[in-house]
């Protein structure tokens, strides 16, 4: 089974969603979405400064078994990108909701009404059983 953190959003794409602060929340895959992909072995993400919307490719994610899309998850505009995961992609296997971050984006509009757009942990989990 997989494992799905409260106090998140997901997407039906499988990204999840974390408040850090005002506007800006921060986005990765899920551990669902890992386990599907395998082995990452690469992953390509936007350029700090580049503004994003909900539901577009912001960047690929390579494992031994595919390329995938990473898929926004909310609109605005990206205020930083994990670095470690140039050099250690590998830690979306090995901590998807923690280390493995992607980006973090500063939301345009309004963050409670993007996040409504989004499923709650119970609804994400409850979409998985289907």
């Known amino acids: ?3 799905v953190k409260e106090n998140r959003w997901y997407s039906k794409d499988h990204e999840w969603v974390e408040k850090v602060s ?3 929340v921060r986005i990765g895959i899920s551990d669902f979405a890992q ?10 993400l936007p350029e700090e400064g580049a ?11 390579e ?4 390329v995938s899309d990473l898929f926004c998850p909310v609109s605005g505009q ?3 990108i994990n670095p470690r995961l140039g050099d250690e992609p590998e830690l979306v296997n090995d901590e998807p ?3 493995g971050w992607m980006a973090e984006i500063e939301v345009e ?3 409670e009404e993007q996040l409504s757009a989004l499923l709650s942990a119970e609804q994400y989990a409850e979409f998985l059983e289907e």
């Open 109 to 111: 509009g309004d963050l």
């Open 35 to 44: 386990h599907q992909l395998g082995d990452i072995v690469f992953v390509e």
């Open 22 to 24: 005002g506007n800006v």
């Open 1 to 3: 089974m997989s494992n």
């Open 97 to 99: 909701y923690d280390a």
């Open 63 to 66: 494992s031994v078994k595919t």
């Open 78 to 80: 990206v205020t930083k």
């Open 51 to 61: 503004s994003v919307q909900a539901e577009e490719s912001i960047g690929t994610i």
